[in-house]
């Protein structure tokens, strides 16, 4: 199949690519950017391992065809952290267990990402809702709502802090 | 001493900077130039004769490299976990289940790949196959094997004598369990990824656990030496159990071989549920007796697992259900059989619990079906049966240390408010109805008596004080690395995070044995502490030459020398320092194989498990009769560790049992259809979210184990083995009617409360025309 040229912001980087028309974003992340911090599970949206922030909502990348990302802007797992500092996300994600073997935590880290552009103070059922479509085996559901819950609280301070 | 340092304190997961950024590695995510796609044929039918497998046109595809069929394999066909090791790698004549593999193909891309794989042909003469594990027992089945019966395995396990038990009992209780076939869904894949490097080493990256017994199996069919074939594992995307015997490594190495070019190989998710060893299915019919004070007099049991057509773990499984399924439990007379069945099912083997999850179900459920019979309640009867240290279990083993049995049973019946439940509204609307469940489990540590079970460790410590631990202990999220980090840590008197932990590679690693059976924290553990021994030892001598002082008053504790208690100005690396300076090494292999010091049992049953570590927990749930809806309140789960080593870790693996338990218990079946998987997705086969998560109540005490590092006797199986027992009797509790099976769902809660029915209502639509 002819390929088609593919526009699009990653992690705030303007990137002109070739793709075959049948590649999604998860292919494109990993394959063509190698961006393998996103991850695939299932490849057909049961998991949420492959979720990136596209235009500010959570998405399953494996979902999306590569030409509807076209102009997106896109964050991945790699986007998160800034000048080599954690995303407090990151920060209590690992403060908090809120993994063990790790594999879908790119995934889970993004969902609660974009919960957090959208609401900025959600409480544990709200966290819950967000990633209900994460799938755990390990089971770290709890550590990662204690994880989010950390993060707006801390939010909560350095904002209070500036006051 | 003044109380440890280091361990059960709360550190960060070993490596977790890389999961929280997205560099973690895992097989999936390694590139090599000009690797190739790898993939395997699977059949078309679970059960058939193979009367022509033709490649040709496959390998006249542009851009196919390699395709083999069994003919090309230059060692052994056949995966090694079991003996005789009946399972090939790639099959011959004959297709047994839905995953066994017919070729394996290497190409450029994934679509030439597929297409590869289209273009073989294959001339398959269907076989009636068998599927029903009670229809293979009878005589005249379908044989999956000619030469082999169905019934590949039959323990008996006699104890006492089991006609005077029955004969003694006032009571006597008999039921039939039914657990259901269930599968890992590891959230990665299986996979691996092989290349043949510049010295002619194969070397294959393998989400596995474990990679020493990967080395062998790979040399073997390669037709190499072991020591040109180097194993390597990335980060392991979770495993419980699934990832213990090969599953594609072999075929990427030889596919490497073949085509002289990296191959990577990964299972998609349908493959995966279609392919791989699941939990096996076991029907128990469980009989027991006991006086009218509930002391249990005899207990005969009787399990029948349905293995699948290869043996894999299965018959191990099944002799670990037979030794385990009196429970935690004193039973003066027993007889425990395990039948270890053939068909043409999915393969069944390790998962999380390997069998003792199946044997406590039927032996909770049971207990708590007794207890009904003697109108005596389930947390008395428990007390009344519990293990006690010195006690002897139907396998002639005598119990090391028994203690945390009853404590684990009384905090979380306190916990949960066990004698106050009563209290508490049973109906708090018309329709809905509220109940309480506990279960208690044993749980047994490490392989058995009767297995092998040794692990290496390796500790170094660099001139400026910083530490190097290799471990060829497969970490899959469990936290076996940071566990031995930190008994490493403790044991040496260094910081946590001055100790870098150097994962399973088998040119640098020695053989830690599989990350199974919740023995590496035991064992690794013990080699870590033996590796350090020495090494303290020469750092301490450096640190009394240096200060003059008697070596026996000075110490290290967090990288510092202390002196009776004080610290001095005298760091690790001074010491480490001074100790190469004067030609003392400062590297030290450990080695641990697990003791048995008790004389052997009169029946040296299979494996004997002789190790075992606690737990209790207690169920609320709401039922919905009108619907049959479950709502699982809370959990209650308290479980003896021996000693918390890593506080993160240990809460991680109690939660993700009882979460993992809890689907096991409501909603986790894989539907088999004559040998074919209609759920094979994580859209069908579902599994806990974040939504199905109940209030968790958790409690981990500490009852320190003989022989184990530190008390520390492991943690990683056991916290998943009581939710469900616990679960079903509290619906039980809920709505008054026996239940025997899981997974619990809406249909066969509202299905038992609509059997249970007056006939006058069951018959009413007749009764309204």
């Known amino acids: ?163 | 001493m003044v109380g440890f340092s280091v361990i059960g304190k709360p550190v960060q997961a070993n490596r977790s900077h890389e999961i929280v950024t997205g560099k973690a590695r895992y097989c999936p995510d390694i590139h090599l130039p000009g690797m190739l796609v790898g993939k395997l044929l699977y059949p078309k039918f679970p059960c058939a004769k193979i009367i022509r497998l033709d490649v040709r046109a496959a390998r006249a595809l542009p851009g196919v490299i390699s395709v083999l069929t069994a003919s090309d394999i230059p060692g052994e066909n056949s995966y090694l976990y079991a003996e005789p090791a009946d399972q090939p790698l790639l099959v011959t004549d004959m297709v047994r289940y839905q995953g066994d593999a017919l070729a394996a193909v290497a190409a450029e891309s994934e679509e030439t790949t597929q297409a590869a794989l289209e273009a073989i042909q294959v001339e398959y003469e269907p076989l009636e196959g068998i599927y029903d594990v009670r229809q293979a027992m009878q005589p005249g089945a379908h044989q999956v094997w000619p030469d082999r019966p169905n019934i590949c395995d039959h323990l008996v396990i006699n104890h006492g004598d089991i006609e005077a038990g029955f004969k003694q009992a006032e009571v006597i209780v008999e039921n039939t369990y039914t657990t259901p076939l269930i599968e890992h869904a590891f959230m990665e894949t299986e996979g691996a990824v092989a290349y043949m490097d510049e010295t002619g080493t194969m070397v294959v990256y393998s989400s596995c656990q474990a990679p020493h017994r990967d080395r062998l199996q790979i040399a073997r069919s390669l037709g190499v030496p072991e020591n040109q074939v180097r194993v390597i594992t990335p980060h392991i995307g979770g495993a419980f159990g699934g990832k213990d015997e090969a599953h594609v490594q072999i075929h990427a190495a030889l596919l490497a071989q073949a085509s002289c070019r990296p191959v990577r190989l990964i299972r998609t998710r349908e493959e995966s549920i279609l392919t791989h060893v699941k939990r096996h299915p076991i029907i128990i019919r469980y009989r027991s007796g006991a006086s009218q004070d509930g002391k249990l007099t005899a207990v005969h049991a009787e399990a029948i697992g349905d293995t699948g057509p290869y043996l894999n773990a299965g018959r191990d499984v099944m002799n670990f259900v037979a030794a385990t399924l009196s429970g935690p439990y004193y039973v003066p007379n027993a007889r425990l059989e395990a039948y270890t069945v053939f068909t043409n099912n999915p393969i069944c083997g390790a998962m999380r619990g390997f069998g003792i999850p199946q044997a406590s179900f039927a032996c909770e459920a049971h207990m708590d079906a007794l207890a009904r019979a003697l109108d005596m309640d389930p947390l008395e009867i428990r007390m009344r049966n519990g293990l006690e240290t010195g006690m002897q279990v139907p396998t002639g083993v005598t119990i090391r240390e028994g203690r945390g049995m009853k404590i684990c049973l009384q905090e979380a019946a306190q916990l949960a408010g066990w004698k106050d439940r009563k209290k508490i509204n049973r109906q708090p609307a018309p329709h809905m109805r509220r109940g309480w469940g506990m279960a208690s489990i044993w749980f047994s540590i490490g392989m058995g008596r009767n297995i092998p079970d040794h692990a290496a460790a390796s500790l170094e410590v660099t001139r400026d004080g910083s530490v190097i631990l290799h471990t060829g202990a497969a970490d899959m999220g469990q936290g076996a690395h940071t566990t031995l980090a930190q008994l490493a840590a403790e044991a040496l008197g260094v910081r946590f995070e001055t100790v870098r932990v150097i994962g399973p590679d088998t040119h640098q690693t020695i053989d830690a044995g599989p990350s199974v059976a919740s023995r590496q924290t035991f064992i690794s553990g013990n080699a870590v502490l033996r590796a350090a021994k020495p090494i303290r030892e020469t750092l301490l001598q450096s640190a009394s030459e240096m200060t003059r002082l008697p070596s026996e008053l000075l110490q290290l504790r967090d990288g510092i020398v202390l002196a009776d208690g004080e610290a001095l100005s005298l760091n690790v690396a001074q010491c480490a320092q001074n100790a190469l300076q004067n030609n003392r090494l400062l590297h030290a292999d450990g080695f641990y194989a697990m003791e048995y010091p008790e004389k052997l049992p009169p029946h040296n049953y299979p494996y004997a498990p002789s190790v075992f570590t606690y737990g209790t927990q207690v169920a609320q749930v709401l039922v919905d009769i009108e619907t049959g809806q479950l709502t699982i309140e809370k959990l209650v789960a308290v479980q003896d560790p021996g000693r918390v080593i890593n506080p993160g870790g240990a809460r991680g693996q109690v939660e993700g049992g009882i979460i993992m338990g809890l689907g096991y218990a409501v909603m986790e079946e894989l539907l088999v259809e004559q040998g074919i998987t209609k759920n094979p997705n994580l859209g069908t086969y579902l599994i806990p979210t974040a939504k199905d998560v109940p209030e968790l109540v958790i409690k981990l005490v500490e009852v320190p184990e003989p022989y184990a590092p530190y008390g520390a006797k492991g943690l990683g199986e056991p916290p998943l083995t009581p939710t469900a027992p616990a679960i079903l009797n509290a619906v039980v509790d809920a709505i008054g009617i026996p239940l025997t099976q899981i997974p619990l769902t809406a249909e066969r809660i509202l299905g038992a409360i609509e059997a249970a029915r007056p006939t006058d209502i069951q018959n009413s639509p007749k009764n309204l025309s």
């Open chain 1, 1 to 163: 199949m002819e390929e088609i040229e593919l526009h699009l912001t990653v992690n705030n980087l303007a990137c002109t690519l070739m793709v075959q028309p049948c590649s999604t974003l998860l292919d494109v992340l990993r394959e063509k950017l190698g961006l393998t911090g996103t991850k695939q599970a299932c490849g057909e949206g049961d998991c949420g391992a492959c979720v990136v922030v596209m235009d500010d909502q959570a998405v399953n990348s494996c979902l999306v065809l590569a030409a509807q990302a076209e102009g997106t802007k896109i964050i991945t797992v790699e986007g998160l952290a800034m000048n080599g500092k954690l995303h407090p996300l990151q920060h209590y994600f690992a403060e908090k267990w809120a993994f063990q073997c790790g594999f879908c935590t790119p995934g889970m880290l993004m969902s609660c990402y974009a919960l957090l552009l959208h609401n900025p103070n959600p409480n544990a059922e709200e966290i819950r809702q967000a990633i209900a479509g994460n799938l755990c085996r390990c089971g770290s559901y709890q550590g990662v709502v204690e994880a989010v819950l950390a993060t707006t609280k801390m939010k909560h301070e350095v904002s209070h802090g500036g006051v």
